[in-house]
Nanobody, 131 residues
């Protein structure tokens, strides 16, 4: 099984938007809890958002609620993260992630940053928000 590839990062001015995508191969994303983490320089990797069809849940970190939107296209086996009103503090490497639903990663908001629950990581994509 192979991890997913992430794309869509880049340099954007404050207030701008980016859409990250993560196309999976070897796994069917709808069978997993899936989502996004990010890691800023000198900081721990933190959970940004997750969604689970099995659990019927979608969660966002407080710092991005109302700003980011997670979605999936099951036909294309692709996960997305629409990021609007970007701020310099959103600068980080963003990683898509997939976890067995039995891990409970996306069953409660308090476990959103549980990195050890993740089974598959996508390649990170750099997002830089700067004027």
């Amino acid at each position: 099984l192979s991890a997913a590839a992430g794309a869509g990062g880049g340099l954007v001015q404050p207030g701008g938007s980016l859409r990250l995508s993560c196309a999976a191969s070897g796994i069917t994303l709808d069978a997993y809890a899936i989502g996004w983490f990010r890691q800023a320089p000198g900081k721990e990797r933190e959970g940004v958002s997750c969604t689970s069809s099995s659990d019927g849940t979608t969660f966002y970190a407080d710092s991005v609620k109302g700003q980011f939107t997670i979605s999936r296209d099951n036909a294309d086996n692709t996960l997305y993260l629409q990021m609007n009103s970007l701020k310099p503090e959103d600068t980080a490497v963003y990683y898509c992630a997939a976890a067995d639903v039995r891990s409970g990663w996306c069953r409660h908001r308090r476990t959103l940053s549980a990195r050890n629950a993740v089974d598959y990581w996508g390649k990170g994509t750099q997002v830089t928000v700067s004027s």
